[in-house]
């Protein structure tokens, strides 16, 4: 999967490439990242990538023509692409929009705005906005960072476990369960005794029943369309807080 970075700020992006997961994916050949300096699409001596905003107001908005040159640049090699422009205002990116991509497109162009925003008439040469939250960041590059992380997670052979996705947050429509690791003891908390005891199925059982505890309790809106056997434990879970708030030893869940 390729992915193609347009910004003024081309060492954000490449500093965060190096590391992790994705460095790893960049360096077996099974992911690319190429990087867009907009500055180099300019065709002034200042290599001015910005002007005052039309109608007047505060802040600089971002000019449409090194966005143009560009795109048209990356575009000349006639390979299809979905060209994102990233922006507070589009549709927001999920789990689900990142296995959508995964699955469907060879390469993601990301447009990273800054200062008020880009020309509005960028839209006419993008194919789709994506937002990656309901906040607003000082410029589009830790978002296309948030959607090339993401996306480069699902390709196979990128995570050491590849099964380790698959148990993520969001892959089956909950939560993930708790993890533990050494020490086994650790301020007086005890790691759960289940997780000692070798007993795989067991453990198995408890970690669906815990991801299902998370997931009641921070994101109920996820709870929908269980399998039978999930809506089973999810019962029973319930009916154990429901017991234990009637003995005031429980919370309630919080929403
Ligand atoms: C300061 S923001 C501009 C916000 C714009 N004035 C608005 O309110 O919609 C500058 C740039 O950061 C990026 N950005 C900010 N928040 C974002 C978000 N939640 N998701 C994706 N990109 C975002 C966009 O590329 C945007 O053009």
Avoid at 83 to 108: D, M, N
């Amino acid at each position: 999967m390729k992915f193609e970075v347009l910004t003024i700020f081309p060492e954000v992006i490449e500093c965060y490439l190096k590391h992790g997961v994705v460095g790893r994916a960049l360096n077996k050949g099974i992911a690319e990242v190429k990087v867009y300096n907009l500055r180099d699409f300019t065709t002034d001596r200042h290599r001015k990538v910005d002007d005052y905003p039309y109608g007047g107001g505060a802040g600089m908005v971002m000019q449409i023509e090194p966005f143009y040159n560009a795109l048209r640049h990356i575009k000349s090699d006639g390979i299809p692409r979905k060209v994102i422009l990233l922006s507070p205002q589009g549709r927001r990116f999920s789990q689900r929009i990142a296995k959508e991509f995964y699955k469907e497109e060879k390469t993601l162009t990301l447009i990273c705005g800054r200062y008020e925003g880009i020309d509005e008439r960028i839209k006419a040469f993008v194919d789709e906005e994506i937002s990656i939250g309901d906040y607003v960041l000082s410029g589009g590059e830790l978002a296309a960072l948030v959607i090339i992380d993401s996306v480069v997670r699902l390709i196979p052979g990128a995570l050491g476990d590849e099964l380790s996705a698959e148990e993520d947050s969001f892959m089956k429509g909950f939560l993930d369960y708790p993890h533990y690791t050494r020490p086994e003891e650790f301020e007086g908390m005890r790691v759960p005794d289940i997780l000692l005891s070798g007993d795989h199925k067991k453990i198995a059982l408890w970690r669906k029943k815990e991801a299902l505890r998370n997931t009641l309790k921070n994101r109920p809106d996820l709870l929908k369309n269980l399998s039978a056997e999930d809506m089973k434990i999810l019962k029973e879970l319930c009916s154990e807080i429901n017991k234990k708030i009637l003995e005031g030893v429980h919370e309630p869940v919080n929403n």
